[in-house]
């Protein structure tokens, strides 16, 4: 089970806050990194891949360190957004998935289909379906609203499902061509998605600083440029 740590006290890579209300990003936070999926053997290392800002009050939730997260359906992080009463809260899942083909990907429409079905009942005047292209990586946006499988109070969900472009896919493929580097290549040219749920009225609160988070999410490190 993940153990809920007090996101940037605990934290490496993260940055001094901006609290600048002028800055381009518009809430106070810290630059945090997120690691990748093991290989499932122990001890279970896994390299540091992405990076976002967040902001300073979200309470991030991390996986043990003595647990595998081989199984894409274990989340790499997970942030938490609580309302002023402390009663409800906005959860974010980071989850990436790593392929050994571009042709063996999960289709973006997959992702979403899957999303839509995690709802008992679901508004189709709230659905929409957003392009997005940040960081190097481009898919959608799904927003809907109803009532999440197990729920009973009005949820609503802000879902990215993103795929690095092919070409920076085959860069990464041929800049390591034996074993050297290549597990974390492999989580480099990982698909990935963020989902955000929870109480309408408090995602709807929240909405500005999800979608800062959101686009600001990235890799650490570059791309290689093909020759």
């Known amino acids: ?29 810290t630059t945090q990194e997120f690691q990748g999926r ?61 392929s050994d083909h571009l042709n063996a990907r999960i289709a973006p429409m997959a992702q979403i289909l899957r999303w839509k079905k995690q709802f008992s009942s679901l508004d189709p005047t709230s659905e929409q ?10 898919g959608f946006l799904f927003v809907g609203s109803g009532t999440l499988s197990g729920q009973e109070n009005l949820s609503m969900m802000l879902a990215w499902t993103m795929q690095i472009y092919p070409e920076h896919y085959q860069s ?5 061509p034996g074993n050297e580097g290549f597990d974390r290549v ?19 609160k929240n909405r500005e600083a999800i979608m800062s988070f959101a686009t600001s999410f990235e890799l650490i490190h570059e791309i290689p440029l093909r020759q």
Not at 6 to 18: A, K, R, V
Not at 186 to 201: N, S
């Open 129 to 138: 379906l957003i392009p997005q292209a940040f960081g190097g990586f481009s």
């Open 38 to 98: 093991d290989t499932g053997l122990p001890p279970y290392q896994r390299h540091w891949i992405y990076r976002a800002k967040v902001p300073v009050h979200w309470v991030r939730v991390v996986p043990l360190s003595t647990e595998s997260l081989l199984d894409t359906m274990k989340p790499l992080s997970e942030f938490l957004i609580k309302d002023d009463a402390g009663t409800g809260q906005v959860k974010i899942a980071i989850h990436n998935f790593p």
């Open 172 to 176: 990464l493929s041929l800049a390591f």
């Open 1 to 29: 089970m993940p153990i809920l740590i007090l996101m940037f006290l605990l934290l490496t890579g993260c940055s001094d806050s901006n609290s600048d209300s002028t800055a381009p990003y518009p809430h106070p936070y």
């Open 186 to 204: 492999r989580q480099m040219r990982a698909d990935y998605t963020l989902k955000v749920t929870g109480p309408k009225q408090l995602v709807e």
